[in-house]
T-cell receptor
């Protein structure tokens, strides 16, 4: 089954404790992206990657890091989480950006930073 | 910069009736894509319908259709014969095209749709 998976689905942590949210897709997609969803703001892009070893900032990259060492994986790293990073996070992937391909979204990760 | 605005935070509709969700956007580009996504309580983002800006014909997917007004930069979603399973938050989204395109989806604030039995 074609899908995007994220882990963990729920996470409660404390300020400053490094964490990683994993994202994996099994569709051989080139393009992957992270979004955060906040009430009244919709979803906003954090980082994106057009292919292996190619990443770039989205609209709200502060406090986040990413890496793309393999085509299927695109982890989101919070080196020192803060309460303003409490949010719902989505990973998404699509075949490429050159066509109107559907972006497939993961199930979301609910993160709470105390 | 492109923006997407959904001015209706909440809407309600009676089961089997028709409802229209509004979306406006701002862009200086001539080619782009517009989307409506559904987010049920499970939080999964589900693509409902897609419209290419170069196509004049409005997109339709079963009970879902759009009214795309390019000059007015308006992209509304009409849900016909509403069902209880349509209750969800709906997001309008924009994606650019061409050399400036980074694949980013720009989302509106969302509209929560309640379906009354």
């Amino acid at each position: 089954e074609a899908q995007v998976t994220q882990n963990p689905r729920y996470l409660i942590t404390v300020t400053g404790k490094k964490l990683t949210v994993t994202c994996s897709q099994n569709m051989n997609h080139e393009y992957m992206s992270w979004y955060r969803q906040d009430p009244g703001l919709g979803l906003r892009q954090i980082y994106y990657s057009m292919n292996v070893e190619v990443t770039d900032k989205g609209d709200v990259p502060e406090g986040y890091k990413v890496s793309r060492k393999e085509k299927r994986n695109f982890p989101l790293i919070l080196e020192s989480p803060s309460p303003n990073q409490t949010s719902l996070y989505f990973c998404a992937s699509s075949l490429s950006i050159g066509t109107p391909d559907t972006q497939y979204f993961g199930p979301g990760t609910r993160l709470t930073v105390l | 910069a492109q923006t997407v605005t959904q001015s209706q935070p909440e809407m309600s509709v009676q089961e089997a009736e028709t409802v229209t969700l509004s979306c406006t956007y701002d862009t200086s580009e001539s080619d782009y894509y517009l989307f409506w996504y559904k987010q049920p309580p499970s939080r999964q983002m589900i693509l409902v319908i897609r419209q290419e800006a170069y196509k004049q014909q409005n997109a339709t997917e079963n009970r879902f259709s759009v009214n795309f007004q390019k000059a007015a930069k308006s992209f509304s979603l009409k849900i016909s014969d509403s069902q209880l399973g349509d209750a969800a938050m709906y997001f309008c989204a924009y994606r650019g095209y061409g050399s400036s395109n980074t694949g980013k989806l720009i989302f509106g604030q969302g509209t929560t749709l309640q379906v009354k039995p």
